[in-house]
């Protein structure tokens, strides 16, 4: 998977509590992506990250937020967990930056299943 | 809704046939790529076609793109049960924001 790792690989969890989510790459890529993948659905962008401490929203940021304080790792952290969030997380990094001209291939770690009671 | 839809959600086959998704998109992009996906695994990148490009190949792989339409294909040759997975479609704008959008998939199943 690219040099790619996710921790927890899965989650129990209850309604209310925090939960961080753990992204950890070793290819130095500038560019780190947080997604959810639900039935249906497909892939949505949580958020994600254009350098350390450079982060962005996605489509479905409410609930989420995240940190990146060395290159190598992206965190994903649910305040309070819901329901509702209950899904599969993939990281996934890139490293050209998706500017005209670049191409933005990215590549994914193996996901992590987080179930919200 | 998404920027990427692929057409259709399953698709079953027997091993040695063609298997033909297809993509749709709204908005200008810059490329348009393919990404597999097994079972319980992360999404694996196919190919990546260009928006000035038209037809691009990787061994069994075949992928054409429309601009005009704003459709893409994906054919697969000479399937193999190995094949089985579902295929997602994402597009990089051609503006704005950095990451990709992906569609919702076509899950294939290719019957030994």
């Known amino acids: 998977d690219a040099g790619i790792t996710q921790s927890p690989r899965h989650k129990v969890t209850e309604t209310g509590t925090p939960v961080t989510l753990r992204c950890h790459q070793t290819e130095n890529h500038r560019y780190m992506y947080w997604y959810r993948q639900d039935p249906g659905h497909g892939l949505r962008l949580i958020h994600y990250?254009?350098?350390?401490?450079?982060?962005d929203k996605g489509e479905v940021s409410d609930g989420y937020s995240v940190s990146r304080s060395k290159t190598e790792d992206f965190l994903l952290t649910l305040e309070s967990a819901t329901s509702s969030q209950t899904s599969v997380y993939f990281c996934?990094?890139?490293?050209?930056?998706?500017?005209?001209?670049?191409?933005?291939?990215?590549?994914f770690g193996p996901g992590t299943r987080l179930t919200v009671l | 809704s998404q920027q990427g839809e692929e057409d259709p959600q399953a698709l079953s086959i027997q091993e040695g046939e063609n298997a033909t998704m297809n993509c749709s998109y709204k908005t200008s992009i810059n490329n348009l790529q393919w990404y597999r996906q097994n079972s319980g695994r992360g999404l694996v990148h196919l190919i990546l076609?260009?928006?000035?490009?038209r037809e691009k190949h990787s061994g069994r792989l075949r992928v054409t793109l429309d601009t005009s339409k704003k459709s893409s294909s994906l054919l697969i040759t000479a399937s193999r049960a190995a094949d089985t997975a579902s295929y997602f479609c994402a597009t990089k704008r051609d503006t704005g924001r950095r990451a990709l959008t992906f569609g919702s998939g076509t899950r294939l199943q290719v019957q030994p």
């Open positions: 996934a990094i890139s490293e050209t930056s998706g500017r005209v001209g670049g191409y933005n291939e990215q590549f």
């Open positions: 990250s254009y350098g350390v401490k450079d982060t």
């Open positions: 076609i260009r928006s000035n490009e």
